[in-house]
């Protein structure tokens, strides 16, 4: 958890969330509310509750903020590649240690199973 937010690192991601189109989808009246005062009010937030309540608006609009892709790359894709890692590694294959965190073949895996799960429907 931060321990303080700045003015300007608020405005920011306020300013990104509206343009992504979450502002107002992932947050209540009262959480929006809770942005807004802090931007008018203070420059630095130092107060404990308040980056607390803060912390808890932020980590909604960074979620509802990711990617498909990116959260099915977390979910799905490098728990996949470490298993094909470790399975290709008792195999042999040296250089399948590097798979689990090959960015293009975990990003692959989750497009794939994006694909088959009906997820991407075309």
């Known amino acids: 958890m931060q321990s303080s937010f700045s003015r300007i690192e608020i ?3 306020r300013a990104r969330a509206v343009r992504k189109g979450v502002w107002f989808r992932a947050l ?3 959480e929006r509310g809770l942005v ?3 931007i ?3 420059r630095r937030v130092r107060s404990l509750v308040l980056v607390r309540s803060l912390s808890v608006v932020v980590k ?3 979620d509802a903020m ?3 892709v990116a959260r099915q790359m977390r979910a799905v894709g490098y728990p996949l590649a470490r298993k ?3 399975i290709a590694q008792s195999w042999g294959n040296r250089s399948a240690v590097e798979w689990a965190w090959d960015l293009g073949f975990v990003k692959f895996l989750a497009i794939s199973h994006m694909d088959t799960s009906g997820i991407l429907q075309c």
Do not use: G, T
């Open 40 to 42: 008018r009010l203070v």
């Open 66 to 68: 990711e990617s498909v």
């Open 28 to 30: 209540d009246r009262v």
């Open 60 to 62: 909604k609009l960074l």
């Open 84 to 86: 094909l890692s470790q």
């Open 36 to 38: 807004d005062l802090s």
């Open 11 to 13: 405005v920011r991601l």
